[in-house]
Structure formats: C-alpha cells, structure tokens
C-alpha cells in the first residue's frame, strides 16, 4: 500500500492534506512533514483541517499552501491526503474533494477511502510517514526530520508507551542524524503547559475518584468558563491521572459545549481504555482511546465509570 501511494504522489500534481480535529504532535509532524516532502517534489499542496495548529507544535514553520495551485490547477486537488485519521468522524465539517488517500496506525481503522494504508504496528502515522518519504527518495532534511521525530515522540508519549518498539529507536536514531533535536523536541512538548493546565489539574485532582482500579475525573465547561480556559487547555490531563499508582483505567471527561462532552481513557496493561471507547462509538488504540458524546461529563461520568469496570474485569 505505501508503494502505491508512493506512486500517486509521484503521478499526480495537486494535493490536500486532512488530518484530525484538535490535532496532536502526530498529526501536526505527520502532515508538516509530508507538505514539506510535497514542496521538495514540486506538487501544489493546501493543508486544511477543521481545527487550528496548536502554536506549541509548530517547531518548523508551517509550510500552508503552495501559491501556485491556483493558477496552475483549477481542478485542486486530485488527491485528498488524510492523515492519522482513523475514520471520517474525526475529519469534523472537512468534506474531501479529491481522490481520498487515507494513511493511519490507529487499531480501530477498519479500511475506508479510495486508496487506505493503516498498520497498527506503526508507532505513529510520522513513522510511516518517514517510511513514505523513503521510498518517495525525499530527502530528510532537519525540517522534515524535526517534524517526524515530534510525532514520534508524541505518540509514544515521549518513549513511554508500549507502542516504543526497537524500530521506533531506530527511525529515532535516523531523525537525529538527519538533525532532529531530542531535547529540543521533549522540552517543548514536556515543559511547555500553559499555567492554565494546572489551573484546571488543581480542580480535577480535588475531584477525581479512585475506586475499583480507576481513575474518574471531569471538568464541566462552567468550570472552564469561569478559569478563562478551553476544553482544549485539559488536554493531557487524562495523563496525570493514569500515572497514578495502582490505576488501571483512568477516564477524563471534558464539556466541549453545553450539550456536548469529550471522554479521554487511558489503559495500563489492558485494552479497557479501547473497549469503554467503543461501547459508546469512539475509538483509539487499546491503552489510549476517547469519544465525543452528546450530553454533560459530569452526568456521564459515573456512566462511563460503569462501563469501564465491567471491561477491565473482564479484560
Ligand atoms: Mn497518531
């Protein structure tokens, strides 16, 4: 599969790149990287996604679009590159608009699109990625190796996950000769919350319930409100709570808006955090998984709680 799409780059001269909503160091590193491979081969490009860039995870400038296409193409894009994405519910309003290639490592991917590469024994849709570029005969330069090596390090939480494998070192290994920066990399991605992360940690850790192997917590948007925060400055929270000794699922749940709420699951040696996900349409990997539900977290907490039990003791 990734000859093949190695071929519809090389064969086809517009493109777009989708990633996810609310993208993580993966999907921003997977798609810099890939533009920037775009712009090395001399194809018009546009990335478009249906969130902004975190600021954090621009490390390299943004290379946003090749002006070009316009003039040149009135049929942009042929190709619709979507990356990291696991299924069109994460894509949000984005309506692709050319010929859908889907390239992604997350369990839950069941195939879909024109053209769809997805392996689960990938780190990171950066590591295929890097796989991609190799066989494009892209050069590696620092930029591109930067962006790769953040996705890397992101998905598997800073070598932390059990997604850390021999080869996941050994692309590290690559990156770094081709200059990517590890401290550079995990001080930006690791030393680098806003202080109001911790506003909200404070309240969730006064919070959070630890019954049964797991961790609950949830922040209403109230709450967010009155801290001048977003239901994205809890992202990572979830994190804190499953490092807590002696949890086996933690689950964090967020209010997006008055009638809709994000849950975030972690797993530690079960696939409790994947199976919870999915009883109530989400997805993810085994050990990290999440879904977005209509109603209030605080409501749904003890909810999901329930569900949660019942799959780390059958687990
Ligand atoms: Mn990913």
Request: proline share 4%; net charge negative.
């Amino acid at each position: 599969m990734k000859k093949k799409i190695a071929e519809i780059i090389r064969e086809k001269s517009s493109f777009e790149i989708i990633t996810h909503e609310w993208p993580d160091a993966d999907a921003v590193g997977s798609s810099t990287a890939l533009a920037m491979a775009l712009v090395a081969l001399g194809k018009d490009f546009q990335i478009v996604n249906s969130t902004p860039t975190p600021e954090h995870l621009l490390l390299t400038p943004l290379p946003e679009k090749n002006s070009k296409f316009e003039i040149r193409n009135s049929k942009f894009p042929e190709v619709s590159l979507l990356l990291d994405v696991s299924d069109m519910g994460v894509i949000g309003e984005i309506k692709p608009k050319g010929m859908v290639v889907v390239i992604d490592h997350h369990a839950t991917n069941q195939g879909f699109g024109d053209v769809c590469w997805a392996d689960s024994r990938m780190s990171s849709t950066s590591e295929m990625i890097y796989e991609l570029l190799n066989a494009l005969d892209v050069e590696i330069t620092e930029q591109i190796a930067t962006n790769i090596y953040m996705g890397i390090f992101g998905d598997t939480g800073g070598f932390v996950h059990p997604n850390t494998t021999k080869k996941v070192f050994e692309v590290a290994k690559e990156l770094v000769n081709k200059g990517a920066n590890p401290n550079y990399v995990a001080d930006k991605l690791k030393k680098n919350k806003p202080i109001i992360y911790y506003n909200i940690l404070c309240l969730v850790i006064q919070r959070m319930s630890v019954k049964d192997g797991i961790c609950a917590a949830y922040v209403t948007s109230e709450e967010l409100r009155d801290l001048n925060a977003t239901p994205e400055d809890a992202s990572g929270i979830v994190e804190e709570l499953a490092s807590i000794a002696g949890v086996e699922l933690a689950i964090f749940l967020r209010d997006i808006d008055s009638c809709k709420a994000h849950c975030s699951l972690r797993s530690r040696n079960t696939n409790a955090a994947r199976l919870t996900a999915q009883a109530f349409g989400g997805g993810g990997h085994d050990k990290a998984a999440g879904f977005s539900i209509q109603g209030r977290a605080k409501e749904l907490a003890p909810v999901v709680f329930k569900e949660g039990l019942r799959w780390i003791q059958t687990a």
